[in-house]
C-alpha cells in the first residue's frame, strides 16, 4: 500500500497562489494515479485534480480546471498541485489520494491509500 505525507498548506490572500506536496513511498511499477481531494468543513470531499505516474496524464474538477495545476517529479516519488488565483472558497483541508490501479473513477470510495491532509485558508 502506498503512503502519502503532504505539505505546504497554509493561510494566504484571495488571489495568491500556493503549491502543495505529496511524497510517496511503497507504490507498485504499474501506473496509478495519483492526486489530490479537499474536504471543506460541512461539506463532502471533493476531487480536485490527478496525474497518471508514467504518462503524466492529468484530470481535474471543474472548480479548479483553470487555476490548479497537478505534476509529478519520478525521481522525487511526490507530486504536486500548483494553486492559483485562490479563493475563499478553495478553503478546505486538502487530502493526497492514491488510487491501487489505473481506470479507476475519481471518487472518494475508489481511493486505497490517503494522506493526512494539510489546512489552505484562504482569507478575503
Known amino acids: 500500500q502506498v503512503q502519502l505525507v503532504e505539505s505546504g498548506g497554509g493561510l494566504v490572500q484571495a488571489g495568491d497562489s500556493l503549491r502543495l506536496s505529496c511524497a510517496a513511498s511503497?507504490?507498485?511499477?504499474?501506473?496509478?494515479?495519483v492526486g489530490w481531494f479537499r474536504q471543506a468543513p460541512g461539506k463532502e470531499r471533493e476531487f480536485v485534480a490527478r496525474i497518471y505516474w508514467f504518462s503524466g496524464t492529468t484530470y481535474y474538477g471543474d472548480s479548479v480546471k483553470d487555476r490548479f495545476a497537478i505534476s509529478r517529479d519520478q525521481g522525487k516519488d511526490t507530486i504536486y498541485l500548483q494553486m492559483n488565483s485562490l479563493k475563499p472558497e478553495d478553503t478546505a483541508v486538502y487530502y493526497c489520494a492514491a488510487w491501487a490501479r489505473p481506470g479507476l473513477p475519481e471518487t472518494e470510495d475508489s481511493v486505497s491509500s490517503w494522506g493526512q491532509g494539510t489546512q489552505v485558508t484562504v482569507s478575503s
Open positions: 511503497g507504490r507498485t511499477f504499474t501506473n496509478p494515479p
